[in-house]
């Protein structure tokens, strides 16, 4: 699971007895370095929370000279029993493999196939290496393939911290201080588009799902941004699945943040000006009852339009956009000195290259 370089420092089997929570290795008894396990192998006898274990190190040269072998050891306690059943004399646990994270913490990504039990010892084994080495947050990723390693995770701490269609993310914070760890991802991104041709006509849908399902209200062209989609990537994307009209971006009008929303998530809404480049509809025949080009005005004059605020905004921006001087937001690509993927600045590019 774990491979290494050859040793630095060898130790040969050595008896350890210890309680589960303590700890395997004193790396504070070794002057002016902590211990960085390379690899380690423990066998557990039957009966007895007790290991034999065989450990490699890589340590500074100064350190290696200072290294009493009885200081990196724990006391041990021999009236100490596991908390669960004990694995078979002779039975090997090996750490599991991870990477550090940019945090104190680590990563661990399983892949392969292995049965619960063994994952439940070697896990117990990993965390008291990471506590040794002053490790705080821990990171298991879970593919829907190893299900079976779920309860074994939880049952050691770990609570859950995000799930996606393929895998599930649980965490556990280490050290007795306040919990640091990021939570999951609070908001929902969707877009809104506001489409106009040249004759004042809006593109407007009736939607066949959702809350606006048989109420005869035609709205605006509305989705959520797929996972890596810019905002204008997706409205256009939106604009197209619904109608079959191409469209150029053109500014992010405003946005609305709401709370509470999808599955107790905030969500944030961006109202997004586009320019039709195509004028023939057709509809998304599974979502949509109906897409049409419908007069401003007559729009406008629906009465849903007329009690809700955020129709009547969007109304109100798109107008002021198309017949006055209003400035949205234009996305400009920008580099990052920590990583070579790009990403999108929204702002008002006009009034930012005016000159003073």
Same mark, same amino acid.
């Not at 040269?61 to 009236?79: D, E, I, V, Y």
């Given at each position: ?20 929570? $303590? ?32 450990? $490699? ?56 196939? /292995? ?157 997004? /000006?586009? $320019? ?81």
């Amino acid at each position: 699971m774990l491979r290494c370089r050859p040793p630095v420092l060898g130790l040969g089997a050595v008896g350890l007895c210890f309680p589960t929570k $303590r700890c395997l290795i004193q790396s504070s008894k070794i002057p002016n370095s902590p211990l960085k396990p390379l690899s380690s192998r423990i066998s557990f006898t039957s009966g007895r929370f007790c290991f034999v274990a065989s450990f $490699r190190f890589d340590l500074p040269g100064r350190a290696r000279n200072q290294l009493n072998t009885r200081s990196l050891l724990s006391g041990a306690n021999p009236s100490s029993t596991a908390t669960s059943a004990p694995a078979q004399q002779g039975e090997e646990v090996e750490i599991l493999p991870a990477t550090n994270d940019n945090h104190g913490g680590v990563i661990v990504e399983m892949k392969d196939p /292995m049965d619960s039990r063994t994952f439940a010892f070697s896990l117990r084994a990993s965390l008291e290496i990471w506590r040794q080495q002053g490790k705080k947050g821990v990171w298991v990723k879970l593919p829907i393939e190893l299900s079976n390693l779920v309860q074994p995770t939880v049952e050691e701490g770990f609570r859950y911290h995000h799930a996606e269609p393929s895998y599930v993310m649980l965490v556990y914070w280490i050290p007795d201080t306040e919990n640091t760890l990021p939570v999951n991802a609070t908001h929902r991104v969707g877009v809104g588009a506001f489409v106009m041709n040249d004759k004042r006509e809006v593109l407007a849908v009736q939607e066949k799902s959702g809350k606006f399902r048989g109420s005869g209200v035609w709205k605006f062209p509305t989705g959520v941004v797929e996972p890596g989609e810019d905002i204008s990537a997706g409205a256009v994307r939106e604009v197209k699945e619904e109608t079959g009209i191409n469209t150029e971006f053109i500014e992010v009008l405003a946005f609305r943040q709401s709370h509470k929303s999808f599955f107790n998530k905030s969500d944030l809404f961006f109202i997004c /000006m586009l $320019r039709p480049l195509s004028f023939d509809i057709r509809k998304q025949d599974s979502e949509i009852e109906a897409a049409e080009w419908i007069p401003i005005q007559q729009f406008a004059a629906q009465p849903f339009a007329q009690k809700h605020e955020l129709l009547k905004y969007i109304i109100n921006l798109g107008l002021a956009k198309a017949e006055k001087s209003y400035a949205g937001f234009s996305p400009i690509c920008i580099k990052s000195a920590f990583t070579s993927r790009r990403s999108c600045l929204y702002l008002n590019t006009r009034d930012l290259n005016q000159p003073s």
